[in-house]
């Protein structure tokens, strides 16, 4: 199934305050990135997830967030979904996680 175009753009859109975001196709979901590093997917059902490391996992356990597959990324819950502010924290959280 392939990402709507309209969650891809709602999604980078309110990412926006981070900075310059790019969506790429890959893989049949979608990679979302800053500075040339992967921070987020939107898998091909529609779901965002972060990446986390040992420097911010817990606090996206914390946040309720689940692991998304065997990859290192946690799914966005339904709270972060609905509130920029926190959508904006939980991906900047994995921007820093992309870039160590």
Do not use: H
């Not at 966005?76 to 820093?96: F, H, K, P, T, Y």
């Amino acid at each position: 199934m392939a990402v709507d175009d309209d969650f891809i753009a709602d999604i980078t859109g309110r990412l926006a305050p981070l900075g310059p975001i790019t969506a790429r196709r890959m893989f049949g979901g979608v990679g979302l990135f800053t500075e040339d590093r992967m921070f987020a997917k939107i898998s091909g059902g529609g779901v965002l997830a972060f990446k986390a490391d040992d420097g911010n996992r817990q606090g996206f356990i914390d946040a309720g967030m689940t692991r998304s597959g065997k990859m290192p990324y946690y799914e966005a819950s339904a709270e972060q979904l609905e509130d920029d502010a926190q959508l904006i924290e939980a991906a900047r959280s994995a921007v820093a996680a992309a870039l160590r």
